[in-house]
C-alpha cells in the first residue's frame, strides 16, 4: 500500500496565509497540515508516499526533508499548478496508480487519527470514504443504497436542497486498489482527460465510472470522526476550534466563538439560552414561504418596526423602540449614563461591561443560594448616590425572581430617589407567575423612571433573527434611542416575526408551560446526581453548584470533548471566583437526558 497526496493548489482563498507557502503548510494550532498528515500516514507501514507538488514546492520539500519520516517519500511535479485543477496532478501520478494499492488524499484535509487505520482494515478494495451531509460542507456530494454502492455521484452545480437527507459528502480521501486503477480509473482518466482538459475535478472520472458501473466503488462511512476542510480563513478559524490542541482549549476557543454554533451540528449547546419548544413548526413555514421576499426587499424603517413593536406587546408606539438584540439596545441605553450604576452580581455582564468598572456598585448576596428580596436591594443601595439600577428579573445566571409587586416596589423607590430603574425582562415569561411582565402602558406612565429592556432572542427561541425591545414612558430617552439608531436597524426577517408573532399567541403559552414542567424534571435530576445541586430557578437555565473536588472547568471541556456538550462553566465570574458552579440552558426533555447522562459519566470519570 501506498498514499498519494495533491498538494499543487495555490489556495488563494486563505490569502496572506498561502502568499509565500503552498496550502498544505498553514499551520492548524501549531501544526502543518502536511506535517500532521504524514505523520498519520507514517505510522500505517506503507510502501511510499508520494507528493504532487506545484506551487512553492522548492520550500514544501524542504520542510517535509526536515521533518522525521521514516516512510520514503516521492515527489512528481505539476508545473502547470496555476493553469490545472487537481484531475491534472492525479493524472501525472498516473503510473503510481497502476505500481501499488493507494491511499489517495488532498492536502487540506484534517481529519483525526484512526481515520486511515480504518479505511485500511476494511477488507473491500476500493472506497470512497464519506460522511452524512450537514451545512458546513461544500462540494461534491454522493448518494448510497443500503449495501453501501455509489449510486449517484453528485456535483455541486447538480445540488438539490431537497435531496439534502439523501446526500454524502465525499471527505476526499480514497482507497484505491490496484486492479481498479489498472482496469477502470487511469483508463478513464485518460479517457476524460483528452475530452475535456486538464482544468476538472478527478472526482469526474468516479462518477463517469458509478454511471457504468454501479459496485466497483463502495462507500466507506464514517462514524462521528471529526474531519474538516479547510479552503479559506474561516475554514481555518473552526478547524482550530474542532482540533484544539488539548480539552480545555477546546472549550475557550468555543467560547470566544460566542455563538454560530449552527457551523457544529453535532454540538448540543446548553450553553446560550432559548426555548426550546418554541417556534412552532407553522410559524417557521410561513417565514420559509416569504423568504424569496423578504430577502429581497428592503425592511421598514424604526417607526414602524415600533409600531409592530407596541401592537405585539400592548403598548403605545411611542413608548417602545426596537433593537437588533436586546444587545443594541443595552449599549446605547447605558452609553447615556455618567454617573454610578447599581447591580446585583452575579448578572448579565452586558450591563456592567459598557461601564467603566470604578462607576459599578454591585451588590453580592450573602447566602448559599445567592437569592435576594427587593428589601434586599434598597437596602444595600440606599444613600449609595448611583444614578441607575439594574435588574436582570430572573437574573442570569442564578435564576433568582422577583415577583411583580416586589418590582413595583423598587421602581417607586427608584422614583422617589431619582434612580433610573432598568429591568430586564429577558426571561420573565418563562416565570411562573401568570401576570409578570412591567411593560404596560399604565405602569410605565406611573414610573417614568422605569426602562424595561426584553430580548425576544431568548424567550421566544429565535436568536437568529436578533431582535430586543425597550420600553419607557421617558419620552426624551426614546426619542433619543431613536435618533441614535439606523433607520434599518433590524432585517426583514425581523420585522415579519414581529408582524406575524401575534398569531401563535398560544403555542408560546403552551411552549411556556412545557418548559416550566421541563424545569422541575431537569432540577430533580441533576439534584439525583452526587456532587451537583441545582439552585431554584424562574428561567430557562440553571445554576449548578459541583460540591465535590471535580472543578467545574474540567467538567465543562470534559462534556465538550467527550459527549458534544457545550455547558457555561463559571468560575472565573465574581462571585464564583472561590467557588465551583455551572450553567446549563433547559432544553426539551431528549436532550436533557443526554446531559443527565453525560454529567452522571463524566463525573465519574473525573472522580476516578
Not at 49 to 57: K, L, P, S, T
Not at 246 to 273: N, T, V
Not at 385 to 400: H, K, Q
Request: hydrophobic share 40%; with cysteine; net charge negative.
Amino acid at each position: 500500500m501506498q498514499a498519494i497526496i495533491l498538494a499543487a493548489g495555490m489556495g488563494k482563498r486563505l490569502k496572506a496565509l498561502t502568499a509565500h507557502n503552498t496550502k498544505c503548510m498553514i499551520e492548524v494550532n501549531g501544526i502543518t497540515l502536511i506535517e500532521r498528515t504524514l505523520s498519520q500516514l507514517d505510522t500505517l507501514g506503507l510502501n511510499r508516499i508520494i507528493i504532487v507538488a506545484g506551487y512553492e514546492g522548492d520550500k514544501l520539500k524542504t520542510f517535509v526533508g526536515d521533518l522525521n519520516v521514516l516512510t520514503p517519500i516521492e515527489y512528481v511535479d505539476n508545473p502547470d499548478y496555476d493553469k490545472t485543477n487537481n484531475i491534472y496532478s492525479l493524472s501525472l501520478a498516473k503510473d503510481y496508480l497502476l505500481e501499488d494499492d493507494t491511499l489517495l488524499l488532498e492536502s487540506d484535509i484534517i481529519f483525526e487519527d484512526g481515520v486511515l487505520e480504518s479505511l485500511l482494515e476494511d477488507s473491500r478494495p476500493t472506497l470512497a470514504l464519506v460522511d452524512k451531509y450537514e451545512s458546513w460542507m461544500d462540494g461534491t456530494v454522493v448518494k448510497l443504497d443500503s449495501e453501501d454502492n455509489i449510486t449517484a455521484f453528485i456535483p455541486g452545480k447538480q445540488f438539490q436542497f431537497s435531496d439534502i437527507p439523501s446526500y454524502y459528502k465525499t471527505v476526499n480521501i480514497y482507497k484505491f486498489s490496484q486492479e481498479f486503477s489498472r482496469t477502470h480509473y487511469v483508463p478513464f482518466l485518460d479517457a476524460y482527460s483528452k475530452a475535456l482538459g486538464n482544468n476538472e475535478y478527478y472526482e469526474q472520472v468516479l462518477r463517469v465510472i458509478t454511471l457504468l458501473d454501479d459496485s466497483t466503488v463502495k462507500a466507506k462511512r464514517l462514524e462521528g470522526q471529526r474531519w474538516y476542510e479547510i479552503d479559506d480563513l474561516q475554514d481555518l478559524d473552526i478547524a482550530e476550534t474542532i482540533f484544539a490542541k488539548d480539552a480545555p482549549a477546546k472549550l475557550q476557543a468555543m467560547y470566544s466563538r460566542y455563538g454560530g454554533y449552527w457551523r457544529y451540528p453535532k454540538l448540543i449547546d446548553f450553553c446560550y439560552l432559548v426555548n426550546p419548544y418554541y417556534p412552532p413548526q407553522r410559524l417557521l413555514d410561513e417565514m420559509k414561504a416569504n423568504f424569496e421576499t423578504l430577502l429581497c426587499q428592503y425592511p421598514s424603517g424604526l417607526r414602524v418596526n415600533s409600531l409592530l413593536a407596541g401592537k405585539t406587546f400592548g403598548v403605545d408606539q411611542n413608548h417602545i423602540v426596537v433593537g437588533n438584540g436586546a444587545a443594541e439596545l443595552i449599549k446605547e441605553l447605558m452609553g447615556g449614563f455618567s454617573g454610578k450604576v447599581g447591580s446585583i452580581k452575579p448578572t448579565f455582564e452586558e450591563y456592567p461591561n459598557r461601564l467603566p468598572e470604578e462607576r459599578y456598585l454591585s451588590f453580592i448576596p450573602d447566602n448559599e443560594d445567592l437569592r435576594y428580596s427587593a428589601q434586599d436591594i434598597m437596602t444595600f443601595f440606599d444613600d449609595s448616590g448611583i444614578e441607575a439600577l439594574v435588574l436582570i428579573n430572573p437574573d442570569n445566571p442564578t435564576g433568582n425572581y422577583l415577583p411583580k409587586p416586589g418590582c413595583l416596589k423598587l421602581a417607586q423607590w427608584c422614583l422617589e430617589r431619582n434612580i433610573a430603574f432598568i429591568l430586564d425582562e429577558s426571561f420573565v415569561d418563562f416565570a411562573d407567575d401568570p401576570d409578570v411582565s412591567m411593560i404596560h402602558d399604565e405602569i410605565l406612565e406611573r414610573y417614568k423612571n422605569l426602562i424595561v429592556v426584553k430580548s425576544i432572542s431568548k424567550s421566544h427561541g429565535v436568536p437568529g433573527a436578533r431582535l430586543g425591545v425597550l420600553a419607557s414612558a421617558n419620552h426624551a430617552l426614546i426619542d433619543s434611542l431613536k435618533k441614535s439608531m439606523a433607520i434599518w436597524n433590524i432585517n426583514s426577517f425581523g420585522e415579519f416575526y414581529l408582524q406575524i408573532a401575534e398569531k401563535y399567541k398560544a403555542d408560546y403559552q403552551e411552549a411556556l408551560e412545557r418548559l416550566r414542567r421541563e424545569r422541575v424534571r431537569l432540577i430533580d435530576g441533576i439534584n439525583a446526581i452526587a456532587g451537583l445541586r441545582a439552585l431554584p430557578s424562574q428561567a430557562n437555565y440553571l445554576l449548578v453548584k459541583l460540591s465535590g473536588s471535580v472543578p467545574a472547568r474540567d467538567l465543562a471541556a470534559k462534556l465538550l470533548n467527550d459527549h458534544n456538550i457545550l455547558i457555561k462553566d463559571l468560575t472565573p465570574k465574581e462571585p464564583f471566583d472561590d467557588g465551583n458552579y455551572i450553567r446549563v440552558a433547559i432544553r426539551d426533555s431528549s436532550d436533557n437526558d443526554k446531559l443527565l447522562l453525560a454529567l452522571k459519566e463524566a463525573l465519574t470519570e473525573l472522580n476516578g
